[in-house]
């Protein structure tokens, strides 16, 4: 059987728990004990054996089977301490390893580290031994009335390193013990019951415990049983065997009910590795079990008889209305990011088609073609909306990983960090988060690294030795703000300055007229660091200019704020999308050139007024609210010859963090909502270009990259 187009299918599912596996642990440092967060990982750690064991992936199964050991042995009460918490830890990295390979097509390559396997089983070993006697509930058996001829003896346990549920339990249907307190054990997997069998089981419940523990039930004339399979522990591919004793016990009888159903069997799905199968016919029960013990990895077989199900009176109407479907059961089916890239593109085209089609009606000025627009616009609209909302995905696509790197990070710097994660839900264009997971961990590695001043130093400071970090996504409008904020020591802009003066980043005539806030903006500059040594995680100088080009690509900007002694906040205000985004046309330097201004880098626009210039130090300004700013020639930027005599045009303020940047326009044009698109070489090299558009008139519109073009307009002032 060809796997291989599964293969996505199990690299995808398996980070999800593996994710999932990392979360959890965490949590568990924080409350250790929590036995919904134990059931969580041994879930977890069962579904990751299961997938990688269908596969034949033998050593990602393994290492799985011994992870899961340790949480069923730590459910039953003993102590999940920090080293199981390790080596879980550990473990989860090795099967992230292994899924990369897996994702590269080198499963081949794929091996358990031998000593990471010893310790585990040694420490499950260990843990088994703590085990409270309570641990091992009582053998609770059905018996028929016709006797079963006698069974072989069950697999030896020598070969198991730790019981499994399967040895411990009985299936959960057959779950009469006479212990009161198991019966109200929430631990306990619910199982759906099959019909007829609720009768029965209850009355067995309800039965007197005998001495050795065995209940018998009365003859039923009824020829339907109850037939409950356990797969052993040894079985790789628990699922396989299962869907094969239905098979078998098909071929010779009739099957009313499974549970769980043969189509979840098939795709691997044997919760508990036990299969129940209602069945009725002239096969005796002692014949049943003989069939379904032939077949190989059978652990358990029990034949129980059932009595037939009393007849209910269905209510009125019911017979002729159907179930209705569990409304809450969301239902989702995976589809490629590319698939959705292309999609966005075909909207983006109809968009055009609309656009174009309400200039056409606006011209001809026909009544009829003006109303098919607007409907036309309505339906496009709608189906934009639900495009973009297929696209967005939580900002905890990115944050779910960082807990972990806190963790580990912390540990070793020896400091600790109280790390909280809000407003995970927000959601943003799965296109802006694939590129933010660098710069985000860069922020929150920066913080432990650089804003934690120490235990002891923040201990003598009047603080708590434990470091607050907090990362939070927000809505604005149509932004999403991502905020790093932590209470550490904070950044000194005079300690800034002395430091990017050493590094030969500006020079101390610069540095001198520099305001705080620009001071803190020099972290950004490629090659300054204020690190005194260089490690793993920083002192290279090439963390924040990275973060801060990302940001400012995918047409966002990065704001922050420090106080020293008190913390610093970094924020990344974020467009939801930049697939389809809206501009403010303006033309400069011939009225051919049409020029795309992302609306979310402009402040304001107006009509430029010759008289309002002002001359200072040979630099023309601009009045801009209350304040001045530099004026710059849009065409003059862009490489266009510079007319003598400027009267007329407009102007555009455009918002650079802190400090806006006035740039005249000969003509604006107004605002359109456009498709982006890449740029082809060699206007792919140009630097303050982003990307191209067709406008409603056909037209191309140079899209412009606002934060180079500002550079740009910085270096020609200063030159």
Known sequence: MDLSKYRALFVTESREHLEGISRDLLALERTPGDRALLDNLFRHAHSLKGMA?????????????????????????????????????????????????????????????????????????????????????????????????????????????TPSRSETHTPPLLRAVPDPARTTDPSLPAVAPIPGARTQVMTAVAAPEVPNGTLTMPAVSAREWLLTVVIGEQSATPHVRAFLVHKRVSEKTEVVDVTPPIADVRRGVLPERTLRMRVKGALEPAAL?????????????????????????????????PAAPDAAAARTVRVRTELLDELIDSVGEIMLARARLRDVANRLDDADLIDLADEFTRLSQGLHERVMSARMTPVSLVTDRLPRVVRDLSKKRGRDVNFRIEGAGIELDRAVLDELHDPVLHLVRNAVDHAHEGNAERVAAGKSATMQLTLSATRDRDHVLIEVTDDGKGMDPRKLRQAAIAKGVISPEAAEAMTDQEALELVCRPGFSTAETVNDTSGRGVGMDAVRATVEHLGGQLLIVSTVGKGTTFTLRLPLTVAIIRVLLVSAGSAESVYALPLMRVDHAQDFDPGKVVLSQGMRLYPVGDGLAPLRDLGDLLGWPVKAQVTGGGVVVLERQYRPLAVRVDRILGQQEVVVKPLGEPLASVPFLSGSALLADGRPAYILDVAKLMVVAEASAAA
């Not at 918490?85 to 081949?108: F, I, N, Q």
Request: net charge negative.
């Open 289 to 321: 079990e003989s069939l379904v013990r032939s077949i190989p990895d059978v652990a358990t077989c029990t034949v129980a008889p059932l009595a037939p199900a009393a007849p209910t009176a269905p209510a009125p109407g019911a017979a002729a209305r």
């Open 53 to 161: 064991a269908s596969m034949g992936y033998e050593s990602f199964a393994l290492l799985s089977h011994k992870l899961e050991d340790i949480a069923d042995v730590a459910r039953r009460g003993v102590s999940f301490d920090q080293q199981a918490v390790d080596l879980w830890l550990t473990g989860a990295d090795a099967l992230t390893d292994m899924v990369g390979l897996v994702e590269s097509g080198r499963e081949a390559e794929m091996a358990v580290p031998a000593p990471l396997m010893e310790q585990i089983v040694q420490k499950a070993a260990a843990m088994l031994q703590q085990a409270p006697p309570s641990a091992n509930a009582t053998q609770l058996r059905l018996t028929p009335v016709v006797a079963p001829p006698p069974r072989p003896p069950p697999p030896s346990t020598a070969e198991m390193p």
